[in-house]
């Protein structure tokens, strides 16, 4: 079978590691050629062995492309995701989808319209510390999970180009946020009951560089996110506390561990008061080490090269889509209220 033919359109930073990541490792795609509004950015496509076309309209009638991944500013996404369904385009876009779940109801009814395959670059479903939280959960590792800190932390300060500009979509909700909430709401498999976000504006005058955000889902689980731009400790990547264990990961390297509770370990509970490091406190004394064991985290490798690869299965008609649009539009939703609740200074109560 000939190889699927891929174009992107944006050359810039995230355009190029597609196009240097799939030609590395999906040989099931050609990566043939670009468009990008810079003339530098098509002197370098030139220089890197693409195609580069004369103009948007130019890419999208080029008969042979069967795929389009779009990697521009996101106040482009919506428009570009149109027209390239309009033109008979398979398409990936880059995350954030679009900057509201409206503009998303938009491009899902052109998607009906044309039947095409319609895909959003929700890579970091693949990232390894994700997927190991992910696999503790799903495998009951931790019994019923009931408390999730999701956290990146940075220490350059502002959002830099056109991230730093509302009209293009800047700020960190919209960049980093939507990575964890999407995170969040594929790893919990049910509704989102209410939300809630403090949007700083610390360091980029006119968007959010440092945020709160929070989920409480319908089993009760309470799943909160850092995002923030000037931190000089890191906190954990993740801590997540379950009724039967903790699994704490702290960095992308993904050193960390898992403590459960032995199954009929006895602990005494002490009637008098404790004398502890914390002061006097019952509640707050260290647990026995007798009543505990480390187990080591999931082994999970995942290989991010699989998103591509799925696209490629969809268009053959043999896999079902990973990353989908409706997922997305759930996501956005949750975006959009916790735009509101920012706004509003207080919580929104939903059914998402
Ligand atoms: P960037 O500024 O490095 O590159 C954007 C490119 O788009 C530039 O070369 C610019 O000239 C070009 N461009 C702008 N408007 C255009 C238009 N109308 N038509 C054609 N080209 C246009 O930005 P970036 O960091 O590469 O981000 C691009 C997209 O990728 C954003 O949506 C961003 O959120 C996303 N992104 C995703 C990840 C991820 O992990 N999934 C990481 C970084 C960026």
């Known amino acids: 079978m000939a190889k699927l033919r891929m174009a992107v359109v944006g050359y810039g930073g995230m355009g190029g590691w597609h196009v240097n990541s799939v030609r590395e490792k999906v040989s099931e795609i050609e990566v043939y050629g670009i468009w990008d509004i810079r ?10 062995g693409l195609h580069v076309y004369s103009s948007l309209d130019d890419l999208l009638g080029d008969e042979s492309v069967g795929l389009v991944t779009i990697a521009v500013p996101n106040n482009f996404h919506k428009d570009i995701s149109i027209k390239a369904l309009r033109a008979g385009k398979n398409v990936v876009c880059e995350k954030p989808v679009t900057l509201n779940s409206d503009e998303l109801k938009e491009i899902i009814a052109v998607r009906d319209e044309t039947g095409k395959l319609f895909s959003i670059h929700q890579n970091r479903r693949w990232d390894r510390d994700y997927r190991i939280v992910k696999a503790a959960r799903d495998q009951g590792l931790l019994g019923q999970v009931y408390m999730v800190k999701s956290i990146v932390q940075g220490s350059r300060g502002a959002m830099y180009g056109w991230r730093g500009h509302k009209e293009n979509g800047g700020g960190m909700l919209l960049d980093w946020g939507i990575h964890l909430i999407d995170q969040a709401m594929n790893m919990f498999d049910e509704k989102v009951v209410s939300v809630d976000a403090h949007l700083m504006s610390m ?6 560089d440092n945020i709160h955000l929070f989920i409480r889902f319908e089993s009760g689980c309470s799943y909160i996110m850092e995002m923030s731009t000037n931190c000089l400790i890191n906190l954990p990547r993740w801590h997540v506390q379950g009724t039967e264990g903790t699994l704490q990961i702290n ?11 032995k199954p009929n370990a006895e602990m005494k509970w002490e009637d008098d ?3 502890t490091e914390a002061g006097p406190t019952r509640t707050m004394a260290p647990r026995p080490e007798y009543t505990m064991f480390e187990l080591p985290l999931p082994d999970e ?6 998103y591509y690869k799925n696209i490629v ?3 053959e008609g043999t896999q079902e889509l990973i990353v989908k649009p ?10 959009d209220l916790m735009f509101k609740a920012d706004a509003e200074g207080k919580g929104q109560e939903c059914r998402i």
């Open 39 to 48: 003339e530098e950015a098509r002197r370098c496509a030139k220089e890197n």
């Open 203 to 208: 360091y980029t005058p006119g968007v959010d």
């Open 251 to 261: 960095d992308w390297g993904c050193s960390g561990k898992l403590m459960k509770l």
């Open 273 to 275: 008061i404790v004398y």
């Open 301 to 306: 490798q995942p290989d991010w090269a699989d």
């Open 313 to 315: 299965g969809v268009i």
């Open 326 to 335: 409706e997922q997305a539009l759930r996501v956005m939703n949750v975006v």
